[in-house]
Structure formats: structure tokens, C-alpha cells
């Protein structure tokens, strides 16, 4: 690879916005060759998501599921430009975004504008609180690796807090009462560590807190895990209560102060009541909403008006209402769930798509270039050879330029519910299901997930910490 640049003006700019799963999985097929590419994102990483709640905990140490981007870029046959920066905006008309360093280090500049030709949006998506006061403020999220170490850092102030001398014995219950709102799968899956946690380290280096520590799960709908099977999901909510975590189903939370959360419960007879949860830690896991970069960009353009969950694409990806604009993954709206595995196929199919622009744009040159050869050959022998070979260009252009729509394969779900059961609902082939649980599940998805970690060096790093913790537990210390 040669230096960043100046790009190179026989190429087009390619932009991409983030590292994370569309965005580096478009990065890994494509040839950077054919474009001047430049990518902006706020980290510098790529971030193995499946296996962040098990960093609330230490199970995982988050340094082994981030991967330097910086490795990825520099592996690639024709350098990438690298901006860490976070997007601020998009200008679809004059083509430009504007981004902005927000690290805690800055330079002469710390905002500046960027051209391009193509663009791709890769920018995910935000925790939606939607709108109930007090979780902003009071709650932690589960999307990041920060999110993650505040939440292991919390857990920890929570069980010494509750150990301080003469703590009254309801405050110590309130700091030990561990509440995650939302059962979908990060706060199921985040539950399920953190009563591991306690059952297999902290309860033996804290005893004191054996009686009084208590997950609780509280979901708004009738069972947690709506997109797992019938079965799946009785197996789950019946492993949480042999574990003693709490599910609380047609519980709404409504508002939450720094102490307490307040929800209203559907009871069997169908009235309704308000109930306050004292808690020490919250974990807020009720789903996505669009990032404000994605929004402002939505306002911009008329056919983005009626979208209120992302920005709304065709079949090829690109943006409605835009020329040259794609998204990918979960800023996008799309009949898909907002996934990894569906962030990675659409990523992948830009990376087939530019190729494949590229190569056509390549092969019309070549047609164009052969048709004056042919025009200006006088020997009809030239002419004969240069019009056969217009023919196998024009062939193989005809075929490039038959790009099918974007299509999803769907290979299923996988979900860790604690106590070293997994459960999975697998696809095989055209509609062929089979669901899964228990321990070998588990064994499977802790397979599946290593395979899935890019780099041999964070493959590694994820069987040792998992080694590490089997040998000497995890660590309790509070950062
Ligand atoms: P992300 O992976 O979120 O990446 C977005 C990127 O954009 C990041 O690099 C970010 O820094 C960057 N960015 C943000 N703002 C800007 C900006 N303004 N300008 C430029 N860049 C920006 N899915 C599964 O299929 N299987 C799982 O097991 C699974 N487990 C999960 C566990 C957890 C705890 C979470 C939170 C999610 C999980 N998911 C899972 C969902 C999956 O992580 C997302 O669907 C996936 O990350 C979406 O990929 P993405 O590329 O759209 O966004
Ligand atoms: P989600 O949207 O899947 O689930 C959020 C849950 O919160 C819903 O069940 C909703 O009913 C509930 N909820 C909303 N408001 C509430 C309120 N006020 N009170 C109580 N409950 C409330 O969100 P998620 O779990 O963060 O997942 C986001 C996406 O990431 C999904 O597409 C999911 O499939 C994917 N993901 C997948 C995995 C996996 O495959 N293992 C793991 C994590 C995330």
C-alpha cells in the first residue's frame, strides 16, 4: 500500500460512514483498487457486539473482542484513508459531509467537510429510550465498549456500597437489586451473565451479599425473546427461574428516578398497576432508534418523510430519494430484524456491487476503446479479429451489469441465557428449522461465535480469557 491521500482524480471517492458490522464487512470484499476510499467513524475499532454482555462481567475482556481497524485498512491492496470522527452531517446535493474529532485530543482543526462520489452509511443505530423520563440520566445502555465497562464498574460500586458499615438492611436490598429493562436478546442475554456472575464468583468472594443479590428482568409484552420459537423462548423463561432471575412480562416501564423505576403491570384480569422497583443498577435494553445524523439526513430528503425507524432503501440499498447513497445495517430500514448477520450480507453485497460497478465501467472502456479500432481498421482481417473480441467484451459486460437485488439468507439465532445454556434457532437450506438448547447449544454457540471473530489474535484472546475464567474465576475488583 502506498501513503493516504491525495486521491487519485482518474477514481472515484468512495465514503464510508462507521466500523462496525455493514461497514467492515464492505471493507473486507472490496477492492480498494477501483476507488479513492476514505472511511470516517468516532472509534478506531471494529466490535464483535455478540459477545459484549459478556464483558459486563469480566468474562470477556473487552480489549479481546476490538479489532484495530488499522489492521484491516492496512491489509488492503490499495490504502484507505482512516478518519476517527464522528459525522455530523450529510449534504446529498452538494455531495459533502462534514465530520467532527470529538476525541478528547484535538488539533488545529477539529471539524472539516469531505467530498465524495459515492457514499455508504454504516452508521448503526442508538438506544431509543422513548422518551420515558429519567432513563437518559439514570440508566446504563449496552452498545458499546464503554457502555459494557461502566456497567462492570456499576455492578461492582453496587455490591461494596451495599457492604458499607451500617447500611440500612432496605438499602442494601435496593443497591443489590439488579434490574435490566427490556427482554429482547441484549437484555436477556445480559441477565443471564450477570447471574453467572454472581453464581459463580461473587457469592464466594462476597457471601455477604448471598441473600439480598437479585436480577430482575421486567418486558413490556406477554414473554421475552418474540423472535425465538414457542419453545425456545418456555425453555428460556424456564432456566431464569431455576436461576432465580425474576421475569416481570406486561410490565411497561414508564419513568425512572435515580432509585426506583415505576411501571404499569397488565394484570390477569386485565386492569392495570402502577409499581415501584427499587434498583442499584439499570440496564436499559429496550431496542434501536435513528442516530441524529440519520435524521437530519431523513428531513433533507421528501421520499425519507414517512420513515420514522431509519432510512428507507431500495432493493439495491441505496437511499430513497438520493443517486449514489447507500446504508447499510441497522441505520436502514429494511423487512430484515437489525442484526449483525444481516449488517454483514448487505455489506458484503456493496462490496460485490462496487466491484462490480468498477469492472463495468473497465469493460465499456474497453468496448468503446476496440469500437474506434474497428471503425478505423481498413484490413478486413483487423476488423473481423477487433468485432469478435467487441463481442466476448460486450458478453462479459452484459453479465456484470446483471446485478441481482440484495438478498438475505437467514441462518438463524443464537442467544446465551446464562448458567452455560445457549439456545438456538437454526435454518437449513430452504425453510428447514431446527431449534436447539441447553449445553451442547452452548457449546455450539461458543463455537460459532469464535469462528465468527475475524482476526486469529482476538480468536485467541476470547478462548483464554474464557480458559482464564474457568481456572481462577472472575475478577472482582472495581475499576
Ligand atoms: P454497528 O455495528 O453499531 O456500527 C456502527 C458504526 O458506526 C460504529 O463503528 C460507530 O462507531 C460508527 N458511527 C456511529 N455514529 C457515527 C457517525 N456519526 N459518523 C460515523 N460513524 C459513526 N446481532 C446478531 O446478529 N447476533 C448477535 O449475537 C448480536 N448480539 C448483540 C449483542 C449486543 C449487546 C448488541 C448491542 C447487539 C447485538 N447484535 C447482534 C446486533 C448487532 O450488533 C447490530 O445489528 C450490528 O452491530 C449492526 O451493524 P451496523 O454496522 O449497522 O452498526
Ligand atoms: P429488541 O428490540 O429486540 O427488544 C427490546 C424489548 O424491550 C422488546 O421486547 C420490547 O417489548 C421491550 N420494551 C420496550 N419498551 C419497554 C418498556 N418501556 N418497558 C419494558 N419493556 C420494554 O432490542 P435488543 O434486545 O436491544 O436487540 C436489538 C437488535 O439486536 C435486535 O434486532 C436483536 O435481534 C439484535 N440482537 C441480537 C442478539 C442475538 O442474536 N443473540 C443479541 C442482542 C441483540
Same mark, same amino acid.
Given at each position: 500500500?502506498?501513503?493516504?491521500?491525495?486521491?487519485?482524480?482518474?477514481?472515484?471517492?468512495?465514503?464510508?460512514?462507521?466500523?462496525?458490522?455493514?461497514?467492515?464487512?464492505?471493507?473486507?470484499?472490496?477492492?480498494?483498487?477501483?476507488?479513492?476510499?476514505?472511511?470516517?467513524?468516532?472509534?478506531?475499532?471494529?466490535?464483535?457486539?455478540?459477545?459484549?454482555?459478556?464483558?459486563?462481567?469480566?468474562?470477556?475482556?473487552?480489549?479481546?473482542?476490538?479489532?484495530?481497524?488499522?489492521?484491516?485498512?492496512?491489509?488492503?491492496?490499495?490504502?484507505?484513508?482512516?478518519?476517527?470522527?464522528?459525522?455530523?452531517?450529510?449534504?446529498?446535493?452538494?455531495?459533502?459531509?462534514?465530520?467532527?474529532?470529538?476525541?478528547?485530543?484535538?488539533?488545529?482543526?477539529?471539524?472539516?467537510?469531505?467530498?465524495?462520489?459515492? +457514499?455508504?452509511?454504516? &452508521?448503526?443505530?442508538?438506544? =431509543?429510550? *422513548?422518551?420515558?423520563?429519567? !432513563? @437518559?440520566?439514570?440508566?446504563?445502555? #449496552?452498545?458499546?465498549?464503554?457502555?459494557?465497562?461502566?456497567?462492570?464498574?456499576?455492578?461492582?460500586?453496587?455490591?461494596?456500597?451495599?457492604?458499607?458499615?451500617?447500611?440500612?438492611?432496605?438499602?442494601?436490598?435496593?443497591?443489590?437489586?439488579?434490574?435490566?429493562?427490556?427482554?429482547?436478546?441484549?437484555?436477556?442475554?445480559?441477565?443471564?451473565?450477570?447471574?453467572?456472575?454472581?453464581?459463580?464468583? +461473587?457469592?464466594?468472594? &462476597?457471601?455477604?451479599?448471598? =441473600?439480598? *443479590?437479585?436480577?430482575?428482568? !421486567? @418486558?413490556?409484552?406477554?414473554?421475552? #425473546?418474540?423472535?425465538?420459537?414457542?419453545?425456545?423462548?418456555?425453555?428460556?423463561?424456564?432456566?431464569?427461574?431455576?436461576?432465580?432471575?425474576?421475569?416481570?412480562?406486561?410490565?411497561?416501564?414508564?419513568?425512572?428516578?435515580?432509585?426506583?423505576?415505576?411501571?404499569?403491570?397488565?394484570?390477569?384480569?386485565?386492569?392495570?398497576?402502577?409499581?415501584?422497583?427499587?434498583?442499584?443498577?439499570?440496564?436499559?435494553?429496550?431496542?434501536?432508534?435513528?442516530?441524529?445524523?440519520?435524521?437530519?439526513?431523513?428531513?433533507?430528503?421528501?421520499?425519507?418523510?414517512?420513515?420514522?425507524?431509519?432510512?428507507?432503501?431500495?432493493?439495491?440499498?441505496?437511499?430513497?430519494?438520493?443517486?449514489?447513497?447507500?446504508?447499510?445495517?441497522?441505520?436502514?430500514?429494511?423487512?430484515?430484524?437489525?442484526?449483525?448477520?444481516?449488517?454483514?450480507?448487505?455489506?458484503?453485497?456493496?462490496?460485490?456491487?462496487?466491484?462490480?460497478?468498477?469492472?463495468?465501467?473497465?469493460?465499456?472502456?474497453?468496448?468503446?476503446?476496440?469500437?474506434?479500432?474497428?471503425?478505423?481498421?481498413?484490413?478486413?482481417?483487423?476488423?473481423?479479429?477487433?468485432?469478435?473480441?467487441?463481442?466476448?467484451?460486450?458478453?462479459?459486460?452484459?453479465?456484470?451489469?446483471?446485478?441481482?437485488?440484495?438478498?438475505?439468507?437467514?441462518?438463524?439465532?443464537?442467544?446465551?441465557?446464562?448458567?452455560?445454556?445457549?439456545?438456538?434457532?437454526?435454518?437449513?437450506?430452504?425453510?428447514?428449522?431446527?431449534?436447539?438448547?441447553?449445553?451442547?447449544?452452548?457449546?455450539?454457540?461458543?463455537?460459532?461465535?469464535?469462528?465468527?471473530?475475524?482476526?486469529?489474535?482476538?480468536?485467541?484472546?476470547?478462548?483464554?480469557?474464557?480458559?482464564?475464567?474457568?481456572?481462577?474465576?472472575?475478577?472482582?475488583?472495581?475499576?
Amino acid at each position: 500500500p502506498v501513503d493516504q491521500l491525495p486521491p487519485d482524480p482518474s477514481k472515484k471517492t468512495l465514503v464510508i460512514l462507521g466500523s462496525g458490522w455493514g461497514a467492515v464487512s464492505l471493507l473486507k470484499k472490496l477492492d480498494t483498487e477501483n476507488y479513492n476510499v476514505a472511511v470516517v467513524s468516532p472509534r478506531n475499532f471494529f466490535l464483535f457486539t455478540p459477545l459484549l454482555p459478556s464483558c459486563t462481567t469480566g468474562t470477556i475482556e473487552h480489549r479481546s473482542i476490538m479489532e484495530p481497524l488499522r489492521h484491516i485498512l492496512r491489509h488492503k491492496k490499495a490504502s484507505v484513508a482512516f478518519y476517527e470522527a464522528e459525522c455530523t452531517d450529510i449534504d446529498p446535493v452538494k455531495r459533502t459531509i462534514t465530520m467532527r474529532d470529538n476525541s478528547e485530543v484535538k488539533g488545529d482543526i477539529a471539524e472539516t467537510s469531505l467530498p465524495f462520489d459515492y +457514499l455508504v452509511i454504516g &452508521v448503526g443505530a442508538q438506544n =431509543t429510550t *422513548f422518551g420515558i423520563p429519567g !432513563v @437518559e440520566e439514570n440508566a446504563c445502555f #449496552l452498545k458499546e465498549i464503554q457502555d459494557a465497562q461502566k456497567i462492570r464498574t456499576r455492578i461492582m460500586d453496587c455490591i461494596e456500597t451495599a457492604t458499607f458499615k451500617d447500611q440500612s438492611p432496605e438499602e442494601r436490598k435496593r443497591l443489590l437489586h439488579m434490574v435490566v429493562v427490556g427482554g429482547g436478546p441484549t437484555g436477556v442475554e445480559f441477565a443471564g451473565e450477570l447471574q453467572d456472575f454472581f453464581e459463580e464468583d +461473587l457469592r464466594k468472594w &462476597v457471601p455477604e451479599i448471598e =441473600t439480598d *443479590f437479585h436480577v430482575s428482568l !421486567v @418486558e413490556a409484552l406477554p414473554n421475552v #425473546l418474540p423472535m425465538f420459537s414457542k419453545e425456545l423462548i418456555s425453555y428460556t423463561e424456564k432456566t431464569f427461574k431455576d436461576e432465580k432471575i425474576d421475569i416481570h412480562t406486561k410490565t411497561m416501564v414508564k419513568k425512572v428516578t435515580d432509585k426506583s423505576i415505576f411501571a404499569e403491570v397488565v394484570k390477569p384480569d386485565g386492569s392495570k398497576e402502577m409499581i415501584e422497583m427499587p434498583y442499584g443498577l439499570l440496564v436499559w435494553a429496550t431496542g434501536n432508534m435513528p442516530r441524529n445524523v440519520v435524521r437530519n439526513l431523513m428531513k433533507k430528503i421528501p421520499e425519507q418523510a414517512n420513515s420514522r425507524r431509519g432510512l428507507e432503501v431500495n432493493e439495491y440499498l441505496v437511499v430513497k430519494g438520493t443517486e449514489g447513497i447507500w446504508a447499510v445495517g441497522d441505520c436502514s430500514v429494511t423487512k430484515y430484524a437489525p442484526t449483525a448477520q444481516v449488517a454483514t450480507q448487505e455489506g458484503a453485497y456493496l462490496a460485490r456491487l462496487f466491484n462490480t460497478m468498477a469492472k463495468t465501467q473497465s469493460l465499456e472502456e474497453e468496448v468503446e476503446y476496440l469500437e474506434q479500432l474497428a471503425n478505423g481498421a481498413t484490413a478486413p482481417e483487423d476488423k473481423k479479429t477487433v468485432t469478435s473480441e467487441i463481442e466476448v467484451k460486450a458478453k462479459a459486460l452484459r453479465r456484470t451489469k446483471r446485478l441481482m437485488p440484495f438478498q438475505y439468507t437467514h441462518q438463524g439465532s443464537l442467544a446465551y441465557i446464562g448458567s452455560d445454556r445457549a439456545i438456538a434457532d437454526l435454518t437449513f437450506g430452504e425453510g428447514n428449522n431446527m431449534s436447539s438448547s441447553g449445553q451442547m447449544t452452548y457449546l455450539f454457540w461458543r463455537s460459532a461465535y469464535v469462528s465468527m471473530v475475524f482476526s486469529t489474535r482476538n480468536k485467541l484472546l476470547v478462548i483464554m480469557d474464557w480458559l482464564k475464567v474457568k481456572m481462577f474465576g472472575r475478577d472482582v475488583s472495581r475499576e
